[in-house]
Nanobody, 117 residues
């Protein structure tokens, strides 16, 4: 069973930066998309950024221009560079991988990100 593990979360001041990493314990084939989601206290889990197998990226409006998603296939790793962070970015961040055959969805356990002075 392939597992995803996030790292890089922590406490950062407003205006600061963090880089999250998502590592896979093995090779996942037939990937259709990889993404980062987050859940803030009292809120539903929401999409932050996604990168399709074609390389096309999508971002939530709230993070456009501040966050960048990337992946290094040779390392089985995905990243989320977060800049100019605000308290509204405080949440548990989850990485996600979806495959098209068979249809599977993998989730990491999440990493806490807190933006506070």
């Amino acid at each position: 069973q392939v597992q995803l593990v996030e790292s890089g979360g922590g406490l950062v001041q407003p205006g600061g930066s963090l880089r999250l990493s998502c590592a896979s314990s093995g090779i996942i084939i037939n990937v259709s998309a990889m993404g980062w989601y987050r859940r803030a206290p009292g809120n539903e889990r929401e999409l932050v950024a996604r990168i399709k197998s074609s390389g096309i990226t999508d971002y939530a409006d709230s993070v456009k221009g501040r966050f960048t998603i990337s992946r290094v296939d040779a390392e089985n790793t995905m990243y989320l560079q977060m800049n100019n962070m605000t308290p509204e970015d405080t949440a548990v961040y989850y990485c996600n991988t979806e495959t098209y055959y068979p249809r599977e969805t993998y989730w990491g356990p999440g990493t806490q990100v807190t933006v506070s002075s």
